[in-house]
């Protein structure tokens, strides 16, 4: 656990996270990508007791 508390795109998603919570139009209810665009949803994985969106990753140019 501690390597993922020093990881650099966790320590990204975290301050993003922080930023975007302050905004009153984010939605709450509804899934949101942490950061960029978010591609077509594949479904969900449970892990560690909770269900995770499994979106595809960044498309190429």
């Not at 990881?7 to 009153?24: E, G, M, T």
């Not at 269900?51 to 960044?58: A, Q, V």
Request: charged share 15%; aromatic share 14%.
């Amino acid at each position: 656990m501690a390597e993922l508390k020093s990881d650099a795109i966790l320590q990204r998603f975290a301050a993003s996270l922080a930023w975007l919570s302050a905004d009153p139009y984010r939605p709450l209810y509804h899934y949101v990508n942490p950061e960029g665009n978010l591609n077509d949803p594949n479904g969900l994985c449970f892990w560690q007791g909770q269900y995770h969106p499994l979106p595809k990753g960044p498309t190429s140019p």
